[in-house]
């Protein structure tokens, strides 16, 4: 029994060729103008870096953000009477605009607990 009984008989080979695209021709087209870009004023940004620049670095601390920031959404509910669900409300933590930055600071603190102190991180998941 060989391999090659199973496999394709005939071996087809492929290959992409590049096709320069054609300039557009000037009466065709409008003249473009760069777009202006306003300025953006992004209040969070400041917030973001600091959460961002924390490292931690003892394990009081890192065990502390394992506990405060909790690993899964507590919003997250479905509401039940007599067994039924009545109504369920969804996550509502993506809603929070530092919401990334405090989960990557508790899989920081996570990370340090697990390989700088060798402690078992498993009653934090």
Not at 3 to 19: G, N
Not at 39 to 54: E, F, G, H, K, V
Not at 91 to 101: A, F, S, T
């Amino acid at each position: 029994m060989s391999v090659f009984e199973y496999t394709a008989k005939k071996l087809s080979i492929s290959t992409w060729i590049w096709i320069h695209p054609r300039k557009p021709s000037s009466k065709n087209t409008l003249p473009t103008k760069p777009l202006k870009t306003k300025p953006t004023l992004n209040l969070l940004q400041p917030a973001r870096q600091w959460l961002n620049q924390i490292e931690v670095h003892n394990p009081k601390q890192a065990h502390y953000l394992c506990q405060f920031i909790p690993s899964q959404c507590p919003f997250e509910r479905d509401i039940k009477f007599l067994g039924r669900t009545l109504l369920h409300i969804p996550p509502l933590c993506k809603l929070n605009p530092l919401y990334e930055e405090t989960v990557a600071l508790r899989f920081r603190a996570m990370c340090y607990l697990a390989d700088e102190c060798g402690e078992d991180i498993s009653a934090y998941c």
